[in-house]
Every structure is written in structure tokens, then in C-alpha cells.
């Protein structure tokens, strides 16, 4: 049975879309993108797998021995000129049982010092070669970018400071877990130059933060978000997962609510992606603790419901901004791009990743960097480079990835947008994506009007999975299992 969650009226959208033959994204209502509809019969049958496409080629098809020479290839053949750099630090010093990223768990701070040593030696190395690029973006992910000490953090900043001219006017952005924030820290994150953060959070609630090891007071968070604001960060940002033990529809729907009264300017609510056989530390999460899978359906309804009504824009995916921030601005414009850290304001510009497992998008090609520490330092003291795994997009991969971009950043795609760009026939080059997607006009996922192909109200909960129709390597190498499920 249909059941419209919506700032505005299915008309309203359906208007849009009917008065735009050709996508001319501008000036798009926050209503019609906030219009989603939810429909549990068509959530029963296309909830599947499927990846966030972050990239496309996807990292499951990158190819082992990348080397250092194709790494120099991609850069010397790259027509961009602006970089964003992607600093990794994996330390941690407590196991959040959910956790599914790249992280090593230690209480010895000396590690770090080991690991800047060679994360130095490695941006001082690539620096040289990017020196005719304008860096525009820094964002430190984790692990746990704040188990640094303030020592440690002034002295990986010099060192970029030194190899990297970063442009006055770029976004610098770190990860922050609020347990390992000491008080002085945001202070000195602000005068290093750092002007947004993004708040590790989950959940407020204590029982759920009990039982995923992973325990803050809303009290220290909303001190946090204060503190912030004084210091005046350009974007406090926060992250949730629905999903996790112990969380039921009305207890989320209060921490939604605790956030929202924090007035974080972006907030990512990512589905929890529960594969113990691959995480080891989700083995000791009580699987009868988890939410029903119905019950998580709820929450991230009722989290859509909360965030659109309280003025946020639903980007998609996992992403909501509010309506004035440039990530929101952008996508109603018909300027969001994605790249590895999701949805972004970038447009071609390069990613150059450091640290273990950092991954670099540069020009067509897409690579990664060792993804355990002890390979990453081998590897780096032995060839002077720590990529290993990697690809060279192909012309069919660069058009399918513009496809699966346009679809996801801004639910349509122009068919004569992508001729024009790469010089084929649309129709006869994706027939068979064409002939896959029927199922999706006949339940309303998709219009096809003039030859764009528009993702409907409907249809936005799925983009992830309109886009595998355009996605040659899924079918082929059958990993869609091996990817979480989109709702
Ligand atoms: C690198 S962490 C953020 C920084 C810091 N380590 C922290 O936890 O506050 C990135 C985010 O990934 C999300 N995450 C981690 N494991 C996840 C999982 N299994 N499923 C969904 N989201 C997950 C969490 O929301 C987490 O805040
Ligand atoms: S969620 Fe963050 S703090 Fe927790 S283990 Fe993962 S990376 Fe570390």
C-alpha cells in the first residue's frame, strides 16, 4: 500500500518532472526533493543489496599489482587541476562492536608517531607531483583522525603545510570522536585551520550505546556542538546508524530528535551493515538484540519524515544538509558530484588519498594504498609507494560511471547529455540496461520522458538499485551480497 511521506503534494513533483522535458536542474524546489514516497510493497520486493557507489567501478574490481609507474601514468594523463586530499588515521582507542571501517584498535600513542613518521614520508614523496594543482579540499577520516595528540596533529599539519599549498578558501574537515576530544583540541583544530567537523554519534540512547561499547553522554555532545558554534566552524556535522542493538522506532525517533535540536548543518543516518563473518568485533553484538527488519524500515521512514520536516534536504542515500548549506544549494542546482567520501561540491577534481587503505581517484584511474598497517609500511620502505590494488577506467567505465552519477546526485539523466559527452547512440549502447529497467517504469520507479530518464517520488528510495541496471560488473562478477542493503 502507498504511503506518501511529503513536505508537498506528489503533484507537486509529478509537475516538475511533466514541465521539464530536458533536465535543466535549476532553481529545484526543496519540496519537490524532499518528496519522497514510501511504498512497503515495493520495499518488500526491491529492498536488495547493492553498492553506495562512491566510485563506479566499485573497489571490489580494482585490480591487483597497480603500480607506482601507473600511478605516475594516471597522474601525467590527469586534465584536472584542483585536488582534494584524503588524510587516513586508523587508530582507535576503543572497539565500537559495530564498526566497519578501516581502524586498529591501541591504547599506545607511540603507534602514531610511527605511522606519521611514514605518512610523511609519503605525502612528501607524491607533493611534487601535484605541484600545478589548486588544493581545494582536507578531510581527515578514521579510524579516528582526534586519537592525535595536539603534538601530533601540529605536526602532521606542518608537514602538509610544507608539501601542499592549500587554497584560502578550502574546506578542511576532520572526523571527531567525542570521547577522545580533549578539552583544548577543537580550539587548536580551529587555529590548524580546520573549519568543519563531523561528530561521530550513533545514537543517544544508553542502551544501545551500551551495548555497542561505545558510550557519550548527550551532555558532552551538546557541549561539543556549543563549543563549535563559539568557535565558529563553517559546518558541525554528525553521524547516526539505524540498525543497531537495542533500538526500537519511537527510542531513534527521539534521538533524531535530541540531533535535531543540536541543529547540525549535515547529518549522515547510515543503515547498519551487519556482516559478522567479515568484522570480527560484530560477533559480539547479540544478533536477537537487532531491530526487525520491518522496525528498521520504520526508523529510517521516520527519520526522513523528522529531518525533511524540520527543513533538511534529503540528498540521498544516507545524507541530509540543510537547505541553505552548499551540499543542498548544490544538488538543487544541478551541481553535486560524489566522490569516495560521498556527496560533495567538487567537480573534477582529483582525490589524492594518504595513510593505509586511503583510496585516490586521479584523471580515470582509481587506486589504493595497502590496507593493513604492517603492508603499508613494508610496502612503502620497499618501492617508495604504498598503492597496490588499482584500475584504469575504461571509455564504457567512464560512461557508465557519468550515468550512475547523474542518477544519484540528481534522480534524472539526459540521455542526449551523455551522447554528446562521449559520442554514442544512448539507446543502442544501453539496450540492455534499457530492457532491465522496464520492471521499474511499470511499478513507477522510473518515467522516461523525451529521453531522460527521471527517477520518480517513488522511486529516489531506490536509486541505488536503479543504478545496478547500469552497473557492468555487477552481474558479472555476482558480488551484489557482498554490499549492504540499500534501505
Ligand atoms: C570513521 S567513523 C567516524 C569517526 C570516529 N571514528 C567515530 O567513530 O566517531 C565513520 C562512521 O562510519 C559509520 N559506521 C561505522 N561502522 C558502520 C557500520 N558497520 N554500518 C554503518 N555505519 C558504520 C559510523 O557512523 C561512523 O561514525
Ligand atoms: S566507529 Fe569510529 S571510534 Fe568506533 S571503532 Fe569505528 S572508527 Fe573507531
Known sequence: MSNAISLATTTMNKQHILNRPEPDLNAIELSAINNIEWDEALITK????????????????????????????AINNSANNTLSLYIHIPFCHQLCYYCGCNKVITRHQHKADQYLDFLIE?????????????????????????????????RIMKAINAAFTLHKTAEVSIEIDPRSLRPSSLCLLKKLGFNRISIGIQDFNPDVQQAVNREQSYEQIAALFEQARALQFDSVNADFIYGLPHQTPESFKKSIDMLLDLSPDRVSVFNYAHLPERFAAQRKIDSHALPSPSHKLMMFKNTIQQMTQAGYQYIGIDHFAKKDDSLAIAQRKGNLHRNFQGYTTLKDSDLLGLGVSSISQIGSSIFQNEKQLKHYYKKLNEDASAVTVGLN?????????AVIKSLLCHSVLSMRKIEEQFNINFEQYFSDSLASIQPFI??????????????????????RMICTAFDAYISNTAQQQRYSRIL
Not at 614523496?125 to 605541484?131: I, L, R, V, Y
Not at 577506467?393 to 560511471?401: E, H, T
Not at 522510473?446 to 517513488?458: E, G, L
Open 46 to 73: 526491491y529492498n536488495v543489496s547493492g553498492p553506495r557507489y562512491t566510485s563506479y567501478p566499485t573497489a571490489l574490481s580494482f585490480q591487483p599489482n597497480y603500480s607506482a609507474d601507473d600511478v605516475q601514468h
Open 122 to 154: 609519503e605525502l612528501t614523496q607524491q607533493a611534487p607531483n601535484f605541484s600545478h594543482y589548486t588544493i581545494n579540499q582536507l578531510h581527515f577520516g578514521g579510524g579516528t583522525p582526534t586519537f592525535l595528540t595536539d603534538e601530533q596533529m601540529i
Open 393 to 401: 577506467l575504461s571509455k564504457d567505465d567512464r560512461i557508465r560511471a
Open 442 to 463: 511499470t511499478d513507477e520507479l522510473i518515467q522516461i520522458i523525451d529521453r531522460s530518464i527521471y527517477i520518480t517520488n517513488k522511486g529516489r528510495l531506490f536509486a
